[in-house]
């Protein structure tokens, strides 16, 4: 089970009926994610989909928010289950498989459940999953980088952990959107090759020569078409962008 599922979960699970009641209204949110935005989604749309009173939400969520991170993280722990961690023992580019080896497994698992993923990460999707992997993914990219350059993890600059994880999320957007551009194996590739040379670099840390290369034609696999949403999440632009007011 990879660590960024298993995060935040804890060893005592509600019993029965309280994670029956849960599961219908996580089920019910997520179904109603394929129909619109999150944030078109009313907590009345939620509970008239699940069938259940406004009481019984309350009594068990805060707000929607609560209920979708919720509901994400039953999601990712259950796909995680199903699915391998390890690599294939025909990896390409042995000299890098010390790092970032969450990446393959993370990939598999968003595979395996595509269109959920796609309604929550994928570049239509909602911040708040987007905000939740990426605080999960510093922890484990600090400690891989930290490892890499022999340092401590608090010794790593924010630049270069923040470098990594946006790089990945930026990747994985771009496979949801289109996910025939690229099996996992190689979009895992792909990630390696775009940033292991530069966060190494960073680091002042040497490789090999003979760095890995990206699969033949795996690019121009992506329909042109659907170039344009190969970007920053919607709801992200304003903390990457500042506009300049020009002054009356």
Do not use: N
């Not at 309604?119 to 939740?132: D, P």
């Not at 979009?187 to 290369?213: H, K, N, W």
């Amino acid at each position: 089970m990879s660590a960024l599922a298993t995060r935040g979960h804890s060893v005592r699970r509600p019993d029965r009926r309280v994670r029956k009641t849960r599961r219908a209204l996580g089920d019910a949110l997520f179904g109603l994610l394929t129909e619109k935005r999150y944030e078109a989604i009313t907590v009345q749309d939620v509970i008239d989909r699940a069938d259940v009173s406004r009481s019984t939400f309350y009594a068990h969520f805060v707000d929607k928010d609560e209920l979708f991170l919720d509901a994400f993280r039953d999601i990712r722990h259950d796909s995680a289950q199903a699915r391998p961690s390890d690599h294939p023992s025909a990896e390409p580019f042995g000299w890098s498989i010390g790092m970032f080896r969450w990446s393959l497994g993370l990939l598999g698992e968003f595979s395996s459940a595509g269109d959920v993923y796609r309604t929550t990460v994928g570049s239509q999707g909602c911040l708040l999953a987007v905000e939740e992997m990426e605080r999960e993914l510093e922890d484990l990219v600090r400690q891989d980088l930290a490892r890499l350059a022999s340092m401590r993890p608090d010794r790593v600059p924010d630049i270069v952990v923040g470098f990594v994880v946006r790089a990945f999320m930026c990747i994985l957007t771009w496979w949801l959107d289109a996910p025939e551009s690229g099996s996992p194996e190689e979009v895992d590739q792909m990630f390696r090759v775009l940033t292991v040379p530069g966060a190494a670099a960073a680091l002042g840390v040497a490789i090999p020569s003979d760095p890995p290369v990206l699969p033949t034609g795996l690019l121009a696999r992506r329909p042109e078409s659907r170039a344009a949403r190969f970007s920053i999440p919607q709801g992200r632009i304003k903390e990457h962008i500042r506009i300049p007011v020009e002054d009356a």
